[in-house]
């Protein structure tokens, strides 16, 4: 296994280049397994995930090549309906081919994803869903076995107890576009990768409206064309970069992001004692500032995201006064936490919310990464702590930030991989 090594204390400089959206990348090449014509992707990420995503797809039937950032697939015939549990265990976004099977094949079947270090993360929103388009379901022997004879479109309502699902709304969405009939996601979730599959399915030539909003309507329609499309920015990466300059009171500029997608994030910083400048797909950042505590109350977009919860928690342990942040929509994760009291942060945990009484600095130490953006806020600790921070189990970071450690470096931080 890899870990990264970080001696604390560097200031950033200079530029950072942002990666298209893993969140956008993972559904789009699932929802590329509708069509037999040929697809052309532009901006997506090489990150573990998506080379999953890439193996899955391989494994269903599509013709594929991925070289620097391009992703060309094409799948003219569909050879197998089913998605191991093999793969499906390394990501949990492999559910998204379900309704692109059900879609092409009319069947699929696809391991159940099981839990995960962030809490519980049931799929029966996903299933509720396409229950009510005609598919029937059943759970066998750990897999979703779907069929249908016909999708049919319906009004769909996929709410569930933490509000709107992303993953749902995706994959009832891609399943629809060649129902018959119209469907309707109401209350359908609004995130920028929401709308992102919805332009690419349009670009595929479906007819989809309302996306960005709580209401989606998808016209079925049976033919789909050749399609060449370009993923948006990662707004949780630009996010990620963004909270790095703060926290090592540097200043850095952000390239190649969209601004608007990151509007609650930008305005936290700000209210925090960051400066922000906002281009037109660029940030400048400037944490040389005096900071002050925060509350962050994590929300659905354009709320602040969960996404973000950890890099800020990592921030905010060294920024004076008490802070809190309230996560609303996953019920585990704060598992950074007691890596950063490791590091001498002063943090309780009460339910769902973490009370941060920020410190005067924290210091090296070995840490455990326990999932994707918690194992940034470690990295982004360690750039500021006095002394060398390990981090270990980097292949969750692995799985969706491209090049860290390299983007890092040329910002000036002091930062290798190694064999742990
Ligand atoms: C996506 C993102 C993830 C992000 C999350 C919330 C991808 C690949 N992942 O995950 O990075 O943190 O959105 O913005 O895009 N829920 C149910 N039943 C379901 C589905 C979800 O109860 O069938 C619950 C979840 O447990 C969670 C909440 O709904 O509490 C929101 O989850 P959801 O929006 O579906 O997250 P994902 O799509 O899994």
Known sequence: MQQFVIEGGMKLSGEVIISGAKNSALPIIAASLLTDKKVVLENVPDLVDVRTMIELIQHL?????????????????????DAPYDIVRKMRASYYVLGALLAREKKAKVSLPGGCAIGPRPIDLHIKGLRT??????????????HTRQLSGHEVNIEGPKGTSVGATINVMIAAVQAKGETIISPAACEPEVIDVANFLNAMGFDITGQGTHRINIKGKSSATD??????????????????????????????????????????????????????????????????????????YPGFPTDMQAQFMALLSIVRGTSTIKETIFENRFMQALELM??????????????????????????????????????????????????????????????????????GASIKRQSE
């Not at 388009?133 to 779907?146: R, S, T």
């Not at 970071?397 to 390299?406: A, S």
Request: with cysteine.
């Open 61 to 81: 039937g599509a013709d594929v090549m991925f070289d620097r950032h391009v992703l060309r697939i094409h799948t003219p015939k569909i050879k197998k309906i």
């Open 133 to 146: 388009m005609g598919v029937n379901i059943e759970i066998e022997e750990g897999f979703i076995n779907a």
């Open 227 to 300: 399609v060449k499309y370009s993923i948006i920015p990662d707004r949780i990466e630009a996010g990620t970069f963004a909270t790095a300059a703060a926290i090592t009171r540097s200043s850095i500029t952000i390239k190649d992001c969209c601004p608007d997608h990151l509007t609650s994030i930008l305005g936290k910083l700000e209210e925090i004692g960051v400066g922000v400048g906002r281009g037109e797909n660029n940030i400048v950042v400037n944490g040389t500032r005096q900071m002050h505590a925060a509350n962050i109350f994590v929300a659905t």
């Open 342 to 411: 490791r590091m001498g942060a002063d943090i309780t945990i009460e339910g769902n919310t973490a009370v941060i009484n920020g410190v005067d600095k924290l210091s090296g130490a070995y840490l455990m990464a326990s999932d994707l953006r918690a194992s940034a806020a470690l990295v982004l600790a360690g750039l500021v702590a006095k002394g060398r921070t390990v981090v270990r189990r980097i292949y969750h970071l692995d799985r969706g930030y491209e090049k860290f450690e390299i983007k890092l470096r040329r910002l």
